[in-house]
């Protein structure tokens, strides 16, 4: 009982003592775990939200669509073992904006509706953009099929609801209209009173819910091969919303394993160093224990308490921390990009959690108990005294400069003692380098965690340098055009050249877009192939004299190369085609050919228009001419790809935070300890009249030294660092060009460099308050 009293009085002084070395452990411990319990909590989390959705909406297994459906196709469905469900789908527009238009009641893929009634139900991100509310009444536009032609109806309705639709859950593509068939009816019967409507007539598409899709997907399609009335089939894994959003859940999980490790392995080196130097520093305690009659194991125990002790607590802090810091960036992000209701409060892991905190104390303790095991291991009398620095090769070297050097000369100014002849510039970086030399571990732990820090400040950097980089590339070298649009329309062209000719445009090339089923040595994959002409200067990509080329990601993903042969597929038509160049682009992925491989077979007509002057004008008057409200400009696509990846944004400015902080723990606490273990030295050297700032200049050199070697170390990584987070973290919509710009490098340095100039003058400034007299008594 008293061994145990006096040792929890030891610990409490040891705490006060060191309170600010024990801070930086409990600090560092803090952040890593707060990363990785964050990103723990931010993958269940995701995790939930979508499939909660997703279960509430009922989403579709497959989604068949065809030209029509009869009471053929109707009776084949009723027989299948499967919910089929069917709706009529039309592209239109609303308020003279394309829009995706269902009218049903199916069960299946329902609309989430927030706001209001189910009836004229208009998704949520749309209606806020156009300021559209319940209530507001709006025009419809769409092409019927009414007898043997077709129709272009615009009709009135007034909006009953607002919603999420699970098919359109991404904001860029949710521009979705949902009408109930009474609704429908009563509408078209408005505007036809003549006309007996029903809506079943409409029906081309089929909704299925089943446990066998990948069986009931090629049923279908070998049921319907050949008739021409199946026009395509899709699954969930096909499906645009469900595809990035379990694409998310993924880079989050992945995401467990690069930052979070990251901070825990510098955390480590901390701590390493925290401990090592404070056991060192209680030698004399540690050899008063023993003669007092204390035994090995109690000291152990004692002293792997404070590293586990103070992880532990850190790491508590971070386990609370977490998972409301990195959910909730992450959350400003998902609810920009998808129309998806994440919970305010975050999902905890338990046993993540629990593994988190327990390893980082555990790692803590362990150390502990190595650290201090060399101490115990000597006697009572050894361990009262000083440690002596072992020899090494730098001490070795010092020795012999210092022998071979004439001693300066000894003389009285102004009543302190000064030298004569002497380099103090000089003399602090000699003193700077001993400092190292005696503490090789310990500066192999301070630039270990300078390379860490600077890593992830360059894969900051280099994020946005790559999206950067990834986008002039595709926009400004790759393709020079300035609006890319479909038209529908014969006299488009007449139109273009008489733009042309009044100067509201430079130049337009017109291509054609189909969309087929690539099928490489690996794997299959639907792929969009432009058909380009001989004489396209609007893009880099050479197509001329037959050459087929693909884009690296499609050419990857089908496991080709160069040379390599593979088969593009219509339905109705097979073309074997030889790769002949693979290109790295960034937005517009897929194969390029020329249209004498294809001739003038059907696909989307579009073009690229190159302008000086754009105007919402001339993007009306070119979608006016092409039939369509599709023509876009350069910078909202850029605009849009930048909202589509603006999880990577967010990445960046965390990373840079954490690496700030995280050089700031480092570097603080190694300013800290070396103060606290050279104050004999600094007082010696005060008494011996040299000023504070020569003084505070040996510990400048000594930790600038430390920096410009962890620097050079981390910008070396982060290269491959950023590589790695963004080869993790793959979206859909962009391919990375991976890049770092020379500017990025400089300002990575820079920032390490002037944190910890910054660092060193703050304790330099303390330097004054050591007392002279109690650092230079003896150990004894």
């Known amino acids: 009982m008293k061994s145990g009293k006096i040792l929890r009085r030891l610990a409490a002084r040891e705490m006060k003592k060191n309170r600010l070395q024990f801070a930086s452990m409990i600090a560092i411990t803090m952040l890593a775990v707060t990363l990785f319990c964050g990103f723990i909590s931010n993958t269940k989390t995701l995790e939930r939200a979508v499939n909660k959705y997703f279960t509430s909406t009922n989403l579709c297994d497959l989604c068949v669509q065809m030209g029509k459906i009869t009471d053929t196709e109707k009776e084949y469905f009723s027989s299948l073992d499967a919910v089929a469900e069917y709706r009529a789908y039309a592209e239109g527009t609303l308020d003279g904006k394309s829009a995706k238009l269902y009218v049903g009641d199916t069960s299946v893929s329902r609309p989430e509706v927030v706001q209001g009634v189910s009836g004229v139900t208009i998704d949520q991100r749309t209606a806020e953009l ?177 590293g586990g002790i103070l992880c532990l607590v850190g790491g508590a802090v971070g386990a609370v921390v977490g998972p409301f810091i990195v959910p909730n960036v992450m959350k400003v992000k998902y609810q920009l990009v998808y129309n998806l209701s994440i919970p305010v409060i975050p999902a905890f892991d338990v046993l993540g959690t629990v593994f988190a905190v327990g390893t980082v104390a555990l790692l803590a303790a362990v150390i502990s108990v190595l650290v201090c095991r060399n101490v115990v291991k000597e006697s009572p009398a050894s361990c009262m005294r000083p440690a002596v620095p072992k020899d090494n090769l730098f001490l070795r070297l010092g020795k012999r400069r210092d022998v071979k050097e004439k001693a300066p000369e000894r003389v009285k100014e102004k009543g302190r003692v000064s030298f004569k002849g002497r380099k103090d510039g000089a003399l602090s970086f000699k003193m700077a380098v001993r400092n190292i030399a005696i503490k090789p571990v310990r500066a192999l732990m301070t630039v270990i965690g300078i390379t860490g820090c600077v890593a992830l400040l360059m894969c900051a950097f280099g994020i946005g340098d790559t999206v950067n980089n990834s986008l002039e590339t595709e926009f400004y070298k790759q393709f020079t055009y300035d609006i890319s649009t479909p038209y529908n329309t014969s006299g488009f062209t007449k139109k273009m050249d008489a733009m042309k000719a009044s100067g509201e445009i430079e130049a337009f090339e017109t291509y054609k877009i189909h969309y087929m089923t690539a099928i490489g040595a690996e794997a299959n994959k639907d792929v969009k192939v432009y058909n380009f002409s001989e004489n396209m200067t609007m893009t880099t990509i050479d197509t001329s004299g037959g050459r087929v080329v693909m884009s690296r990601s499609v050419a990857e993903f089908l496991g080709l190369k160069e040379g390599g042969t593979f088969t593009l597929n219509s339905g109705a038509q097979s073309f074997e085609l030889t790769l002949s160049e693979i290109v790295d682009t960034a937005i517009t992925k897929g194969v390029f050919l020329h249209t004498d491989l294809f001739g003038d077979i059907y696909g989307t007509s579009s073009a690229w228009i190159r302008a000086d002057n754009i105007t919402d004008e001339l993007i009306d008057k070119i979608n006016e001419a092409g039939g369509t409200a599709q023509a876009t400009s350069v910078k909202d696509m850029w605009g849009y790809v930048e909202d589509k990846v603006s999880s990577i944004n967010a990445m960046k400015y965390t990373l840079m935070i954490f690496a700030v902080l995280l050089s700031v723990v480092v570097l603080y606490n190694l300013s800290l300890l070396n103060i606290n273990e050279r104050t004999r030295d600094i007082a010696t050297l005060k008494v011996l009249g040299f000023k504070r700032g020569k003084i505070a200049l040996s510990l400048l050199f000594e930790i600038m030294l430390l920096t410009l070697a962890g620097t050079v170390c981390g910008l070396i990584l982060g290269y491959p660092l950023t590589y790695l987070v963004l080869s993790i973290n793959k979206v859909e919509i962009m391919s990375f060009l991976y890049y770092l710009k020379p500017v990025s490098y400089v300002y990575s340095a820079l920032l390490a460099l002037l944190t910890s100039f910054a660092i060193n003058y703050i304790f330099g400034r303390s330097l004054d308050k050591i007392n002279m007299i109690e650092s230079l008594k003896s150990v004894e």
Do not use: C, W
């Open 130 to 306: 156009n300021n559209i509310s319940v209530g507001s009444d709006v025009t419809l536009g769409v092409t019927l099929p009414l007898g043997s032609r077709y129709y272009d109806v615009e009709m009135e309705a007034k909006v009953t609801g607002l919603m999420n639709f699970p098919e359109t859950t991404v904001s860029a593509s949710s521009v979705a209209v949902y009408i109930s068939e009474a609704k429908f009816e009563e509408m078209a019967k408005e505007k036809y009173p003549y006309i007996n409507i029903d809506v079943s007539y409409f029906y081309n598409q089929v909704v299925i819910k089943t446990s066998e899709a990948d069986a009931l997907k090629t049923e279908i399609n070998e049921r319907f091969e050949g008739d021409g009335n199946l026009i395509f089939i899709y699954d969930r894994e096909s499906m645009e919303a469900p595809l990035l959003l379990d694409g998310e859940i993924s880079q989050s999980r992945k995401m467990l394993y690069v930052f979070p490790v990251i901070f825990l392995l510098v955390s480590v080196f901390v701590i390493l160093t925290t401990v090592n130097r404070l056991i060192l520093d209680e030698r004399t305690e540690i050899g008063t224990l023993k003669a007092l009659g204390f035994s090995r194991g109690e000291i152990l125990r004692h002293y792997a308490g404070f």
